[in-house]
Every structure is written in structure tokens, then in C-alpha cells.
């Protein structure tokens, strides 16, 4: 071992007793039984080894020495009086005939106790993360973190890919988020972009030769933070296959992912090959979602033929979904308090009804139901109702209707036992993606999702739409979506390779062929010179290694995250810089407007 030390602090045995040893590691605790003997905890990467103090001159180096500070220990392995089964190194102990204080800790109280880091306030445990990744249980997950990335690296060299490196610096481009921008000092008003994503390169790798390409791609976005989601900067499997479809890349993920969920995750079943496809449509229809968690057996249903004219004023000309759970017996107490965080979650209010153990409809809107017995007989039909089985309804336009449907159909399948299998990971395809959707703020045509994908049947289906034969709506992309366990792990597409192809589906956003040169010239300059038609996907590491460990905060798969903020408290980033660095980049500030 280094740094002179002959064992790690996880590594000794009894079969180890009567050797001399020297350890190295954190004073973990220290617990003084006289005034000349103690036990000292000592901890490094590895485990924990007990330190048993039994004379003066011993006691009187660790004595004075805060908890955390780092020691080298020099003594002799013995077996334990009284072993403790829990550790690995629990029927030795070592009595040593000499410590060193390597690093002192200066502070005689910790922002927080160690090894119950995770119970701490978030911002303490963020501003002192170094104190907080010497927890075992945090460090555990960053582990998981280096093996993931480790197998997913072999596996992806097994199957033909090759591993570049594509640069961080580059040019602004419209991918959906805001772009973190780089003043460039020789270069006075311009600025790099740091890359929302390799797209392009990934690209520009497939028209320069290159078969396959991959990279454990770091991706930087301005966007706020979500429980699956780092603000600022995540971490990506970005993936590219030269004269490869949609089948091409789903038999490489569907190959390389499963074994590695079913070896690294909290739970050892995955699924596999083929995963489930679900076309977006019928995604949102059936699960009120385009990213469903499958261990779910619940399913959303149409109801609007059978209650907009119920008498009850929310469904009046609104879509109405259902979504039925059987042999539920939720206390109205529990139902209510669902309503409330569906509520909260979707922004709508839902609404229930039951059937109860008599078979009769009641609780929530059923008077309107029980209004009309033929209104009774179609709903108990339609929804297969028999007793106990509690049905959650939400009502809107559709968009809104499905999005409450889906947020209902994964709490009341979380809340009501026997719905829903926890102890696996299911993954699955979402495809036939829509390629254009009018733009919430706009109100105008956009691109709904990757504006580099091709849309399925290519020029000939652009140029109905143009003739007015078909709505712009109505165009597929070949885009698709792979998802596990209700999480979207990744968006990919079979790219755009034609210039003439790509100039007609920016024409359709009102962007011409010069706003196409001007944005995008690197890629529309090479595809000029015989591009190979190409398809690719990034699922995300960091919302990988979150399922695997099966923690609910993306932050503690993550060794130095940002808080909600995108602030990095330890490092106070973002922060202020001189006037004599604003002035080499050319940057004046202008204050905020009170």
C-alpha cells in the first residue's frame, strides 16, 4: 500500500492477529473508559478498524485531537474481546505502539455528524460536501457512480464504438434551453456556447467516417432543477451509428443497459430485449404520460362520451379520463389527502367516485353519476367496475385532462398496495413522436422536440403538409424516447442527413435556407459533401446511476452539485470578478433595475 501505511482500515481479519500493522484514516470517535484507555474509531476509504488506547503515552497524542483528524496508526492486530458481527473487521482490534497526527482538525464541532450527514440541512451539507462524502452511505452512491461509468464504457468498446473526446468551447445553437456563454477575449462581443449537447459533433463524426462513436459527454444547460434533473451541467452516454436506423440503436441499448441494472441496481430484475414500444399518442391516451412507470397495471380511459353530460359542471365540454383501481380500500381521509397532491403536482383538481363492497356507486361526484341509471350501467361497463374499486376522473382540455390522468394513475398506483411491482426496473420505447407542435408562448409552429431529426417519410410528407394535404401537426418524426421506471433516461432520432430535406423542415418553423447556413454551417456545409443517413441516443448517467441506487434526488449521485439555485456554495459560484477582467473581456455591467 502507499503512504506507508500495510493495511486498509476495511482489510484486517483474525487471521491477521499477532501482526504489526500500520493504518491510516480519520479519528472517527473516541470513547475514553479511564484515564489511561480509550477505543478510537478509525476510518478511511475502506472501512473502519476499532484502536484500542491502553497506555499514557498513547493517550496522550489523541487526547487532544478533535474527531476527523488524520492519524497514522503503528500497532499490533489482536482478536476482540467483544466482537462485533456487524463489521467486517469486527473480531480484531489494534493496539499501537506509535500515531502520528498527519492533519489536525481544527474545529472542535463539525457542521454535522458524519456518518448522519444525510439527515443534515441540504445547504450545510452542499457548503461542506467534502465533510459530507466522507459519509459511507453518500460515498456509497458516487462508487456506484465510478462503476456504472466504468461498465458502460467496456460495454459500448465491446460493441464496435469508439470513444471521442468533442469540444467544450463551441457556438451558440437553438436546442431547446438557454446556452451558458464564454466571452471571447480576442475576439471583442463574441461569445463561445458551452454544448447543451454533442449533437452536432456526433454528426460531423458520422459524415467524417467514423461508424460509431460514443463518449461519457459532459452537457452544460441554464435550466431550473428538478428532483431528475442537475441544474447547470449533467452528465450523458452520447452514442452515434453511421448507416443505422431505429432498430439499429435499440438493439445496442437494449444489449448493453439490462445487465447493467440487473448488476449495479437496488433491484437485480430488468427487463429485456425487446423493450415495450409505445407510440407517443397512445402513451398519453393510456398512461396520461410520455414517460410511464409499466410497474404500474394501471391504465387511463376515456370517459368523456359517457359523463360530459352528467350534469356536472367541470365536465361540460371538457375531455374526461378515468383511471380505475380495483380492490382499493383507501380510508376517505387518504383519498382526500390524494386528491390534494394530485392536485398540487398537476395543477387541477381532480374528482372520485367508488363502487363500494355493495356494488352501488357513491362518494365524491357519484350523485351525478346515480342521476341517470343508463349513465350508471355504461360507466360500470366501460370501466369494468366491481366492488371496492375506486375511480380518480380528470377533466379539461385534453393535454391538461391526460397530464392530471397521469398524475393520478402514478400516485394511486404508489398508494393503493397490489398495483404496483417496485422491485424492477421496466423499461420501455416511446416513439412516433409528433415533429412539430404550436409553441405555448408563440402560439407558431415549432419544432416539438430535436430539430436535427428526420420526419418519418421525409421530403414527401413535408410537401403535403406544404400543399395543405396533411396538417404540420400530423408529421411524425423518427424520434423515440427510452424510459424506466417512469423516468425518461434519454431522447434520441434517426438524424436529418439531407440538406434539402433539413432547409424544407426549418422552412416550416419560418426559418429559410440562409437561417439554416447561418445557425447551423458546419453541419449543413458537410452534409453537402454525402452524408451517411445516421441515428444516435444519450441517456443520461446521472438519472442512470439515480435509479440504480434508488435514491430520489439526483444531487447525491453527484460528487459536487449545485444547489436548486445553480449556485455552488462550497465554491461560491457564480460570483463577481474585477473590473480589470471585465475590461479584458469587454464587459461593462449594467444594474438591475429596482
Known amino acids: 500500500m502507499v503512504q506507508s501505511r500495510t493495511h486498509t482500515c476495511g482489510e484486517l481479519r483474525l487471521s491477521d492477529a499477532g501482526k504489526t500493522v500500520t493504518l491510516v484514516g480519520w479519528m472517527e470517535n473516541i470513547r475514553e473508559v479511564g484515564s489511561n484507555f480509550a477505543f478510537v474509531v478509525l476510518r478511511d ?25 488524520t492519524i497514522s496508526v503503528t500497532g499490533v492486530v489482536r482478536e476482540r474481546e467483544s466482537k462485533n458481527p456487524k463489521l467486517p473487521t469486527g473480531d480484531i482490534e489494534v493496539v499501537p505502539s506509535e500515531i502520528k497526527v498527519l492533519g489536525r482538525c481544527r474545529y472542535n464541532e463539525l457542521p454535522f455528524e458524519i456518518n448522519r450527514s444525510r439527515e443534515a440541512d441540504e445547504s450545510q451539507r452542499l457548503k461542506y460536501r467534502y465533510l459530507d462524502l466522507r459519509n459511507p452511505a453518500v460515498k456509497k452512491n458516487i462508487l456506484l457512480r465510478c462503476n456504472v461509468v466504468s461498465a458502460l464504457r467496456q460495454a459500448m468498446t465491446e460493441h464496435g464504438f469508439l470513444e471521442i473526446t468533442t469540444p467544450i468551447l463551441t457556438a451558440s445553437s437553438p436546442e431547446g434551453a438557454r446556452d451558458y456563454l464564454v466571452p471571447a477575449r480576442k475576439h471583442p462581443g463574441k461569445f463561445y456556447a458551452l454544448p447543451q449537447a454533442p449533437q452536432q459533433f456526433k454528426q460531423l463524426l458520422m459524415t467524417a467516417g467514423f461508424d460509431r462513436y460514443f463518449q461519457i459527454a459532459p452537457c452544460f444547460r441554464d435550466e431550473d432543477a428538478r428532483g431528475d434533473r442537475s441544474p447547470g451541467e449533467f452528465y450523458q452516454l452520447d452514442m452515434e451509428m453511421a ?79 378515468a383511471v380505475p383501481v380495483s380492490d382499493c380500500k383507501l380510508a376517505r381521509k387518504a383519498v382526500d389527502k390524494l386528491c390534494a397532491d394530485v392536485e398540487v403536482q398537476a395543477g387541477q383538481k381532480p374528482y372520485w367516485f367508488k363502487m363500494d363492497e355493495s356494488g352501488a356507486i357513491a362518494g365524491g361526484i357519484a350523485k351525478f353519476i346515480n342521476a341517470n341509471p343508463e349513465t350508471v350501467a355504461a360507466v360500470t361497463e366501460a370501466l369494468g367496475l366491481k366492488p371496492n374499486t375506486l375511480v380518480f376522473l380528470s377533466a379539461g382540455k385534453r393535454t391538461d385532462a391526460q ?192
Not at 50 to 55: A, H, K, M, P, S
Not at 275 to 283: D, G, L, V
Not at 550 to 578: C, H, L, T, Y
Open 45 to 69: 476509504f475502506y472501512g473502519t478498524t476499532q484502536v484500542v488506547i491502553e497506555n499514557e503515552a498513547m493517550m496522550a497524542v489523541v487526547k487532544p485531537l478533535n474527531k476527523e483528524s
Open 403 to 594: 397530464k392530471t390522468a397521469g398524475v393520478m394513475r402514478r400516485m394511486l398506483g404508489m398508494a393503493c398496495e397490489g398495483h404496483m411491482d417496485r422491485e424492477r426496473y421496466e423499461f420501455c420505447w416511446i416513439v412516433d413522436f409528433p415533429m412539430y407542435e404550436i409553441g405555448e408562448e408563440s402560439g407558431e409552429l415549432e419544432f416539438c422536440h430535436n430539430p436535427f431529426s428526420m420526419p418519418t417519410g421525409g421530403m414527401e410528407t413535408l410537401l403535403k403538409a406544404e400543399r395543405g394535404e396533411i396538417s404540420p401537426l400530423d408529421i411524425l418524426a423518427d424520434q423515440y424516447d427510452l424510459v424506466c421506471n417512469g423516468v425518461e433516461l434519454s431522447s434520441g432520432a434517426v438524424r436529418n442527413h439531407d440538406p434539402e430535406i433539413m432547409v424544407k423542415a426549418f422552412e416550416m418553423v419560418r426559418l429559410g435556407e440562409d437561417d439554416v447556413k447561418a445557425k447551423f454551417p458546419a453541419m449543413y456545409n458537410a452534409f453537402c459533401y454525402g452524408a451517411p443517413p445516421h441515428a444516435g441516443i444519450a441517456p443520461g448517467v446521472d438519472r442512470m446511476v439515480m435509479l440504480l441506487s434508488g435514491e430520489e434526488s439526483i444531487r447525491e449521485v453527484i460528487a459536487f452539485p449545485m444547489n436548486k439555485s445553480a449556485q455552488d456554495v462550497m465554491m461560491d459560484a457564480p460570483s463577481a470578478v474585477s473590473q480589470a477582467q471585465l475590461d479584458e473581456l469587454h464587459i461593462a455591467l449594467v444594474p438591475e433595475e429596482e
Open 243 to 321: 448507416f443505422a436506423t431505429q432498430e439499429d440503436v435499440f438493439a445496442v441499448l437494449e444489449d448493453v443497459l439490462p445487465p447493467i441494472f440487473a448488476k449495479y441496481g437496488t433491484y437485480n430484475v430488468a427487463s429485456s430485449a425487446p423493450f415495450t414500444r409505445i407510440p407517443y399518442k397512445q402513451a398519453m391516451e393510456e398512461f396520461g404520460s410520455d414517460k410511464p412507470d409499466l410497474r404500474i397495471d394501471l391504465r387511463v380511459k376515456d370517459v368523456t362520451d359517457l359523463l360530459a353530460g352528467c350534469g356536472f359542471g367541470p365536465f361540460e365540454g371538457s375531455v374526461v379520463k
